[in-house]
């Protein structure tokens, strides 16, 4: 099996030759490209492409993801963000300065905002060159996400108790913008499309508040994502464990798990659920290639003879995660993955 057979096999519920390698790393793969910095990634397509067909050939792993980080959708909405040369963007000014400003709110174009048609270019590019042989990951952001984005989080929160009608109202339009985007992407390219909700984490808000402001409209975002023939994947940060019964109700096709979740745990109440996880992005950085072969050995260990599992990182491999880290990552993969 090629990479991309692999990662297939899975979703279709069948038995792969080895565990499929899906890593969540994006922008971190600049820095293995001679003279590349953040910034190139960030805006210039080809920059993106090249240093994510790079890692691919260079570490292994068998799907790559395209996006930006966190500020894709606030950007292209009109919230203000500074682009460092070396590190993803920094959110200076909100759009929106009261959760009623729903009027400010306009679905950019995809193909025309920044930057959004930087990862959508840089997909279609992907795909050209490594599309027959490497699973494409293009990411957008859950409704709250997008709403961070564009509205202090602390306000928004408030909001949720004192003016709920408000936010649905923005959440609405907010899911239109994730639509959109996902969308696009999928025209590009991609395979399956991962949206960010860390603003529907159980460290975040409660299993009450994600049934009413996430669910209902992550199941539009999957609907769509599924109606223009692609995959779904969720990914929320923190602990998921006393929501992933709520999540699993969403129809995405993998669920995404961080380094704090137990695999046991989440595949107790969703036995039948694919499930992308969960190497700490600390021990890419800070630990050492035997600690890396360790940590992989004991989640595929714990997994057992389960088929539906991508192996992956807890959350976003950042900046600092090592080489030779992440060599091991692929390496301990092939060792341990199911045969």
């Known amino acids: ?79 203000i963000y500074e682009q460092p040369q070396d590190a993803p963007p920094i959110l200076k000014k909100y759009l929106l300065d009261d959760i009623g400003e729903i009027d400010k709110v306009k679905v950019p174009d995809p193909y025309t905002a920044c930057s959004m048609k930087t990862v959508i270019e840089a997909v279609r590019l992907v795909k050209q060159e490594i599309g027959r042989e490497a699973y494409l990951l293009g990411w957008t952001n859950g409704p709250l996400n997008v709403a961070a984005q564009i509205f202090n989080l602390d306000e928004l929160l408030v909001a949720l108790i004192e003016e709920p009608e408000k936010v649905h109202a923005l959440l609405e339009r907010c899911t239109e913008v994730a639509c959109a985007y996902a969308e696009a992407l999928i025209g590009a390219g991609a395979d399956m499309i991962a949206y960010g909700h860390a603003t529907a984490s159980s460290n975040v808000i409660s299993k009450n508040y994600y049934l009413e402001f996430a669910l209902p409209y992550e199941k539009k975002l999957v609907q769509t994502i599924h109606d223009h023939g692609a995959k779904a994947l969720t990914h929320i940060c923190g602990n998921i464990e006393g929501i992933v019964d709520a999540i699993s109700q969403n129809g995405a096709d993998v669920i995404d798990f961080d380094y704090v979740c137990d695999i046991d745990a989440l595949k107790e109440k969703v036995p039948d659920k694919i499930f992308r996880g969960n190497i700490n992005p600390v021990i890419f950085a800070e630990g050492t290639p035997e600690e890396m072969e360790e940590a992989v050995r004991s989640l595929l260990s714990q997994k057992g003879t389960d088929t539906n599992f991508f192996l992956g990182s807890g959350c976003e491999i950042n900046l600092t995660a090592k080489e030779e880290n992440l060599q091991a990552f692929v390496e301990a993969g092939r060792k341990y993955g199911v045969k």
């Open 1 to 79: 099996m090629n990479s991309r057979e692999r990662i297939e096999a899975v979703l279709a519920g069948e038995r792969p030759d080895t565990t499929p390698i899906f890593p969540k790393i994006a922008f971190a793969t600049a820095r293995f490209c001679e003279g590349m910095t953040v910034k190139d990634y960030m805006t210039d397509p080809k920059s993106m492409a090249k240093s994510v067909i790079h890692a691919y050939h260079r570490f292994g792993w068998d799907g790559v993801a395209l996006h930006t980080d966190i500020s894709s959708e606030g950007m292209a909405l009109g919230s």
